[in-house]
T-cell receptor, first 115, second 113 residues
């Protein structure tokens, strides 16, 4: 069974600092997804990473994937208050003989950016 | 596009009552997902459909939960009878294919008293 672990689960950082959120998954995964959820709101797709070495960037967020290490990272550069949210990673995999594709979500990382 | 539409946005009901949640996916999306989110259990996939056909309902908690997708533009999740432990935020999401990014609706906040 595919398991996804994120760390840290809670992250408090100062504006202007850099930090990385880690996402480990236990077995082979087809794709790796990152989502953002603001308090009391829905989830918003940030990135989909397809292959080993994939890197995607949007603003101050950069996601990368290392399939050999079964690790994805979400790097935050020069954090600003607007980035405060919960960030989820999810690993996708085929099951049941290839007809069933499901995402397994991590528990989420609650990021608070302080002035 | 309007995005995924869910109704109602909030529902307060009493234990034992039937609850029906509704979802309209993004036009052209072939996969539809129902999730439940609570503080204790996080985000759980309840069921998903591909081309209106249920593919995996292993996350449906018990027989009190049922879901249908009669056509490509509408799905329902029904709880009958409801119990206080069903209180949660229920999200519907859709994606163009099973592997592409999922777009989440605003959610239905359900409180069962």
């Amino acid at each position: 069974e595919l398991k996804v672990e994120q760390n840290p689960l809670f992250l408090s950082m100062q504006e202007g600092k850099n930090y990385t959120i880690y996402c480990n998954y236990s077995t082979t995964s087809d794709r790796l997804y990152w989502y953002r959820q603001d308090p009391g709101k829905s989830l918003e797709s940030l990135f989909v990473l397809l292959s080993n070495g994939a890197v995607k960037q949007e603003g101050r967020l950069m996601a990368s994937l290392d399939t050999k290490a079964r690790l994805s990272t979400l790097h935050i550069t020069a954090a600003v208050h607007d980035l405060s949210a919960t960030y989820f990673c999810a690993a996708g995999s085929w099951r049941g003989g290839g007809s069933n594709y499901k995402l397994t979500f991590g528990k989420g990382t609650l990021l608070t950016v302080n002035p | 596009d309007a995005g995924v539409i869910q109704s109602p946005r909030h529902e307060v009901t009493e234990m034992g009552q039937e609850v029906t949640l509704r979802c309209k996916p993004i036009s052209g999306h072939n996969s539809l997902f129902w999730y439940r989110q609570t503080m204790m259990r996080g985000l759980e996939l309840l069921i998903y459909f591909n081309n209106n056909v249920p593919i995996d309902d292993s996350g449906m908690p018990e027989d009190r939960f049922s879901a249908k997708m009669p056509n490509a533009s509408f799905s329902t999740l029904k709880i009958q009878p409801s119990e206080p432990r069903d209180s949660a935020v229920y999200f519907c999401a859709s994606s163009r294919t099973r592997q592409e990014a999922q777009y989440f609706g605003p959610g239905t906040r359900l409180l069962v008293l």
